[in-house]
């Protein structure tokens, strides 16, 4: 797998982000998104350091909040910013560890404030028209679509574990999901009624899809480079059907359904725990986010339609006044 990356990614000018990245992917098994990820961080830090003839490695504090600053300067959001300082931190860590530098500069540096921005969250409605409208397709496309939707709601997969599902992760118990996430941990997830009979149909086409490669590993083959349909194709499809379920299609993603899975289990009284283990969250806080949703949906809807919202505002501006 790293040798692969290797060789259709530029190597890095610096042996040490190379050394760092080699690590990733035999120590912790990255994925070739992480990766990538990864690399752009890193070499775009090491590109502001060869501007003022510094190596990456020899970078000191003062250097990474110059860098930071940088970032600010250019209107990159703080969210972006400290997504690379976390990458900085993690170099700066592994060369401490292997003995490149006897500290590490990353510690005294603090991450760029950031507001907890709530994710975009689609009604049950506005899941139902998406839903609707890959039904309308017709032939194995449309068989196609509607598998990957009701899997995509019924189970709240990450995109790349979607579209990167094994055939054989089906061709067990029809009543459970057994997906392999992030660091290779498996995790299963119970598959209701319509994503089962959904699956059932797409299968009977799935040959299809297969263009030649009848011994496919994947449940949705495609002649993409990794062999099976990518995350960017079924974003394309997913804009679509928004479009024709006439809502607007920039608020639709297979991360959106991801949130829309998570937040509508929680409404219908779902237990924290479950959903978390469901998602592949390591850690419940990053889960504890879709309760902080519905607590403002339900505050939206007390003060948007409750019958006595406008007679509890009238009071507190004659209050206003006569203060």
Do not use: C
């Amino acid at each position: 797998m790293g040798t692969t990356q290797r060789r259709r990614i530029p190597r890095s000018e610096s042996p040490h982000i190379e050394s760092f990245l080699e690590m990733l992917v035999a120590e912790r098994g990255a994925s070739r998104n992480t990766f990538d990820a990864y690399r752009r961080d890193l070499d775009h830090f090491a590109d502001f350091g060869r501007q003022r003839k510094l190596a990456v490695e020899a970078a000191t504090p003062e250097v990474l909040r110059d860098y930071l600053r940088s970032l600010d300067a250019e209107g990159m959001s703080a969210r972006t910013a400290a997504r690379r300082l976390s990458a900085l931190r993690q170099f700066f860590r592994f060369l401490f560890a292997e003995g490149v530098r006897g500290d590490d500069p990353s510690t005294s540096v603090e991450s760029p404030r950031q507001g907890r921005s709530l994710p975009k969250i689609l009604s049950e409605e506005e899941v139902d028209a998406l839903l609707a409208a890959a039904r309308r397709r017709s032939g194995p496309e449309g068989l196609r679509l509607t598998a990957l939707l009701e899997v995509l709601y019924a189970t709240g997969l990450r995109v790349s574990e979607l579209v990167g599902l094994p055939a054989a992760a089906v061709a067990r118990d029809p009543s459970v999901l057994i997906v392999r996430g992030k660091g290779g941990k498996e995790r299963m997830i119970p598959l209701g009624a319509a994503a089962r009979a959904a699956l059932q149909d797409y299968l009977t086409v799935r040959e299809r899809f297969l263009r030649g490669a009848e011994d496919s590993q994947w449940l949705f083959p495609s002649r993409s480079m990794g062999g099976h349909l990518t995350r960017h194709r079924f974003a394309q499809l997913l804009k679509e059907l928004a479009q024709e379920s006439g809502l607007d299609a920039a608020k639709i993603s297979p991360h959106v359904l991801r949130h829309a899975f998570a937040s509508h289990l929680l409404g219908r009284g779902a237990d924290l725990r479950a959903v978390q283990q469901m998602l592949g969250h390591a850690d419940i806080s990053t889960t504890q986010i879709y309760t902080h949703v519905l607590d403002e949906r339900l505050k939206s809807l007390v003060r948007d339609h409750h019958p006595l919202a406008e007679q509890d505002a009238a009071p507190t501006r004659n209050r206003a006044k006569s203060g």
